[in-house]
């Protein structure tokens, strides 16, 4: 074992690790700074670019248990080395991409499965190699790497693709990709193989139990959560063959698969055969809920900022790099706020980490309230700055200690296996807050679209018949592009209410994204419930 030492900036393995969450940070954010060209160029759909980040970290997650199983066999420094080839493949790749289907197949699948090693090494490393004080540096360090690379993806991303085209977003990655190929050969050789066999039913039976399930929630804007928007259908034949939607189906039969997978891994430890994991974290209530707590903290942030991209665009008439900078303050004051937690770590010697967790989600909320605040159909960028600033503030103050203070509610024995669980549930978050508030925001745009119109005319609709003409609009924003949308709008509606479309669209626009807010309030309040349940210190370990 790599015995533990102090952090050292000028080591390589160190460097290393912090680019390759720099990496990988920077390539998720980057997506939707650049949603507008790539719609353009590949002839393709808002909905379509969402669904490919969604089903990216989908497959991040549900490949998650796998990956710690090969790494236990072959050992975590050969799995994390072809974790990198793979990524810089799927990421040439997805810039080179001539049709939204190779993207899909690119970034979605390639780099998801890539990426999933390249998240874990990380902090499995730091976990191993430092410990107290160092841990604690090395912690933050991580987490402050992963906040500069969402803020480079959102700000120099969309940046090259204003200036460049898009496909220029993707080359500062493979830059820093080639960096860490260089720089890996000093990680420590950690000896984590074990001649125990890899335990392929037990990974095939939670990647189909955690992709079933997590498909099912990421197609739910499209289909329904329950009453289906329309059929699903693979070669002709409609899944389910009744009145219910994809999702409900997906996600019991990903549920059941999940249990039969449980039963296995039962059936292998009474056995002493090889087994994906161990359970024991899952029995520590202090774990479980600071693992919940830290995914609704990224589901609120990652929906409420993509539903901002989606949003500041078309309130504001901007181009992605303008929007990256309307929408930079959050992830800006995210970042100094770690910084300087890091350097200084003045408020952790002073008060309680548990009471900066909790106060940071406070904060995040207030954000949110301010935020709702500020929209209305003549907003500005400034008008924007105090919620997400606030926001911001809260994020970093959250962050800086929720990780520690939930791997310290885990044994010795359990610690190892903390990141397995933690950064799959986070990519769970980031598909949910794009799923859940992404669908918010499409859902009551496209019926203050219709209400607007209906207003306009003068005239009401039939219940079902209205409902049906807003789940057909619903569609076609998340499916058609701007200007197919101008030609349904100027060929269906009368020409004396087409003028106004584009000022019954923006305050359409503003109810869907204030009621997404309220939703995100709704999940700030339970993260705060669960927060409490945390440790009050990090680093009271126990044996």
Partial sequence: MEQTRPIQFSDKGFWAITLTLFMVAYNVSVMPAIMAPMVFELNSSV?????????????????????????????????????????????????????????????????????????????????????????????????????????????????????????????????????????????????????????????????????????????AGEFGWWEPKREFSIAGLVIPPFAVSIVPTLVAVGAIVLGFFGLWQRR???????????????????????????????????????????????????????????????????????????????????????????????????????????????????????????????????????SALTFSAASMEDKPQCPGIYNPVQNLGSSLGRGILGTTLVFFTSQGIVNGVLQELGKTLPFAQRTRIIAELQEMLQTFSKEELRTVFANQLPPSIYPLVRSISLDAATSGIKSSLLIALIFAGICFLLATALPKYPFCRRS
């Fill in 47 to 219: 909905g379509s670019i969402q669904g490919i980040l969604v089903v990216f970290s989908l497959v991040t997650a549900s490949f998650a248990p796998t990956t710690e199983n090969l790494c236990r066999f072959y050992g975590r420094t050969r799995v994390f080395t072809g974790g990198l080839l793979l990524y810089g493949i799927g990421i040439a790749l997805t810039s080179l991409s001539p049709t939204i289907e190779m993207l899909a197949f690119s970034f979605a699948l390639l780099t998801g499965l890539a990426a999933t090693p390249l998240i874990s090494t990380p902090w499995a490393i730091a976990d191993l190699i430092y410990e107290d004080k160092a841990e604690e540096l090395s912690t933050l360090a991580l987490i402050l790497a992963s906040t500069l690379g969402g803020l480079s993806g959102a700000l120099l991303g969309s940046y090259l693709a204003s200036n460049f085209g898009w496909r220029w977003a993707f080359v500062p990655s493979l830059s820093v990709l080639i960096l860490v190929l260089l720089l890996r050969r000093s990680l420590p050789h950690l000896i984590t193989r074990c001649a125990q066999p890899i335990d392929w039913v037990g990974g095939l039976l939670s990647f189909l139990g955690l992709s079933s399930i997590f498909v099912g929630i990421g197609l």
């Fill in 268 to 402: 292998q430890a009474n056995r002493s055969g090889a087994s994906l994991l161990r359970v024991g974290l899952l029995r520590e209530r202090e774990f479980v809920l600071g693992v919940l707590a830290a995914m609704l903290h990224t589901l609120i942030t990652t929906g409420v900022q993509f539903n901002l991209y989606q949003f500041v665009p078309v309130a504001l008439s901007l181009n992605p790099f303008g929007t990256a900078l309307t929408v930079i303050p959050y992830n800006l004051t995210t970042v100094i706020v770690l910084v300087a937690v890091v350097k200084y770590l003045i408020l952790g010697n002073r008060i309680a980490p548990k009471h900066i967790v909790c106060s940071g989600i406070s904060l995040l909320a207030t954000g949110i309230v301010i935020l709702f605040h500020s929209l209305h159909s003549q907003i500005t960028s400034f008008d924007l700055m105090p919620g997400l600033i606030v926001m911001g503030v809260g994020s970093g103050l959250f962050l800086s200690y929720v």
